[in-house]
């Protein structure tokens, strides 16, 4: 096997590495942030790797971005101001769009670079970067989510990378307690949460957090991810009302919105967690 034609990701943590067949690499760059790279491949499309991590491909991106936007905004009565933390691809700002409800959505990435390089190489996914509503701001996330004004926003998608470096302190209970303070009454917020099978050293934390930072409810969605590390991938919702009772269930049955990945059936199984999983929460 020629292994120059082969990106791989390895998992240090999870004793593994995924590999996607590459026709070539496209771009390489060291930003203020991070090294950012992008391929072409054999069959995921495009490929963003941020610090030898994949951000995400062409191809199986979808699952991600819908199951980390959708849930969420069924999650709240009315959800109308939205902030992203993170996302600079964009696919989770399209996705947020796609809800008729939503009349502001501020996104806040750290590097620009992201966006910029999403615009050239996924630009399927910046579609709706010139829509009205969305605002962007290129800066630290943690930094804004301690200065924003408190109860203004209904909605907050923290879409990031692992939890080493600049992404740490977005997985701290001093940062979902200021998520607390920003969010309306029925706030939601939602974290890209890692792999169920390599991460529980993660998730249950995370969990444990979001409560201590005062949210009354906390749903763990499991969905497949097959470019991220073991291919099972989660989003940890944090409501400030029970999630089950905000949730608009009827609207995400009867939705207009098209999607590929999530729907109510898909949400509601998304929320059936594995044995092993009430097991470590115990
Ligand atoms: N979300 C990246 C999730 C973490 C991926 N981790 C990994 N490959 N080890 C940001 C990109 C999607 N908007």
């Known amino acids: 096997m020629d292994r120059s034609q082969w990106f791989t990701e390895i ?11 590459i026709r070539e690499k496209l771009h390489d760059e060291q930003t203020a942030f991070q090294r950012i790279e992008i391929y072409a491949t054999e069959w995921f499309g495009n490929l963003m790797v941020i610090d030898g991590f994949v951000m995400l491909t062409a191809r199986d991106n979808f699952i991600y971005h819908e199951m980390m936007a959708h849930p969420a905004l069924f999650s709240h009565p009315s959800p109308e101001n939205v902030v992203i933390i993170g996302g600079g691809d964009c696919g989770t700002l399209r996705e947020v769009l796609k809800h008729a409800r939503v009349t502001h959505v501020l996104q806040v990435e750290i590097d620009e670079r992201v966006t910029r390089l999403a615009e050239e190489f996924f630009p399927e996914l910046c579609v709706s970067n010139n829509d009205t509503r969305a605002e962007f701001f ?6 804004w989510m301690q200065t924003a004004d408190p109860g203004n926003v209904d909605v907050i998608l923290v879409d ?3 939890p080493i470096g600049p992404a740490e302190g977005l997985y701290t209970e001093a940062f979902y307690a200021n998520c607390h303070r920003v969010l309306g009454d029925s706030g939601v917020l939602v974290q890209q949460s890692e792999s169920p099978l390599f991460h529980m050293d993660i998730i249950n ?3 444990k957090q979001m409560q201590a930072a005062g949210f009354a409810d906390v749903q763990t969605l499991f969905f497949p991810q097959p470019s991220y590390p073991s291919g099972w991938w989660t989003a940890t919702l944090a409501g400030k009302q029970p999630l ?3 949730y608009r269930e009827q609207d995400a049955v009867h939705t207009h919105i098209k999607t590929s990945y999530y729907n109510a ?4 199984a998304a929320l059936t967690a ?3 999983f009430h097991k470590a929460l115990e």
């Open 160 to 162: 990031s990378t692992d």
């Open 274 to 276: 594995p044995e092993f």
């Open 244 to 246: 089950s009772e905000t």
């Open 11 to 21: 998992c240090e943590e999870g004793g593994s590495a995924f590999s996607m067949k």
């Open 205 to 207: 934390p995370m969990r």
């Open 138 to 143: 290129f800066g630290d996330g943690i930094r």
């Open 265 to 268: 059936a898909v949400h509601q």
